[in-house]
């Protein structure tokens, strides 16, 4: 016969029913096999490609238009001191760094500057991709640095963008890297379209995972304002004359419209980061950030920052699909310029390939 303190100690080995249904849930999500296929299947790099061709030419472009008064912004007597610069970031990011804190020279920010430019080109290139990666990075995040005080969100999305570029292969295809290898091995030149890796995964899952965290917490932090509740706070950013590039002023007229266009804008925000992974509702989130950035891009005079986001959304963009719209575009741009027709080079093809592909990377 069993003691009672026996009894309790058998009788707490064995977990009760809740607890096995908790372990239950969490095995399920973190089940090993659905982690991997998630993170480490090899996929082609034709999205990561294309985000490094327009981000790259995006990093070209927001860093040459410092170049209209750079010593007022980075020289050492700019609007922000280097002392200054390096105490605002102790006090948001510790332990940040930039090039930029240690020249003093105007000849040599200008050699820097210059030479960042170029960096950032052969990234949109993809030339000598794996190591201009890693320094486009790196001298990214140094203008950040070194810039306090005069960022907004395009900055840190060009900073997110290089990134993940510099973690995956963003040279593989559509690069003069993927060029030069034909050439060096032209019995392998087919098979580079086709060439799949586990780091093109692991780079394009980063930037989804980040841009729904990016969406979640902008959806949520809009839920604070009264605005968003009210359905007022489109009005009153189409209504700001200050970022006003296209007036829209008349929709005023119609106030249950804005009312409707402002509550579907915080909808889509919030729940971004669940309904773009089911192949039903990711083309509707997508065709929303499409609409959404594109209306703060032409509309709020934010084109940059606008364009950054949709290529930043370019990443629930199936690799297969990225890659049938590209052969497509460049097919049917060859036929108006040569007068030429391809048989079966047509869009429906391409729309049933799309609506095909169930993943994301």
Request: with cysteine; charged share 15%.
């Amino acid at each position: 016969m069993k003691s009672r303190s026996g009894s309790r100690a058998a009788s707490a080995s064995v977990p009760s029913r809740s607890d096995r249904g908790r372990r239950s849930v969490w095995a399920s999500l973190l089940d090993r096999p659905l982690w991997n296929d998630f993170w480490f299947t090899p996929s082609p790099a034709h999205t990561l490609a294309m985000m490094r061709i327009l981000g790259g030419a995006m990093l070209f472009y927001t860093h040459a238009v410092w170049t209209l008064d750079l010593p007022s912004f980075l020289g050492p007597d700019a609007w922000i001191s280097t002392e200054l610069s390096r105490e605002m970031n102790q006090a948001n990011a510790p332990g940040a760094w930039s090039l930029f804190w240690y020249v003093d020279s105007p000849g040599l920010l200008w050699a820097i500057h210059i030479a960042a430019l170029v960096i950032f080109a052969m990234l949109a290139a993809g030339l000598f991709t794996r190591t201009v990666s890693i320094l486009a990075w790196l001298l990214t995040l140094s203008y950040c640095h070194r810039l306090q005080g005069a960022l907004y969100g395009l900055d840190q999305v060009n900073a997110l963008l290089a990134t993940y570029l510099m973690i995956g292969p963003s040279g593989a295809v559509w690069s003069i890297d993927s060029l030069r290898a034909a050439r060096r091995e032209p019995e392998l030149a087919g098979n580079l379209q086709a060439r799949t890796s586990v780091g093109a995964t692991i780079a394009v899952r980063l930037v989804q995972v980040h841009m729904c965290v990016i969406y979640f917490f902008g959806g949520i932090s809009k839920l604070k304002g009264t605005d968003w509740w009210d359905g007022s706070a489109l009005w009153m950013a189409l209504s700001n004359y200050e970022y006003q590039s296209l007036d829209l002023t008349w929709l005023i007229r119609f106030p249950a419209f804005i009312a409707l266009l402002t509550h579907v804008t915080v909808i889509w925000e919030t729940f971004y980061c669940v309904l773009v992974w089911p192949r039903a509702s990711r083309w509707i989130m997508l065709s929303m950030a499409l609409l959404v950035h594109g209306g703060i891009a032409v509309a709020m005079g934010m084109p940059t920052f606008g364009l950054a986001m949709i290529i930043g959304n370019l990443a629930f963009v199936p690799a297969p699909v990225m890659r049938g719209v590209v052969e497509y575009v460049v097919r049917r741009s060859k036929e108006m310029r040569f007068g030429k027709s391809a048989a079966g080079s047509s869009l429906p093809a391409a729309a049933s390939k799309l609506a095909r592909c169930g993943t994301p990377g």
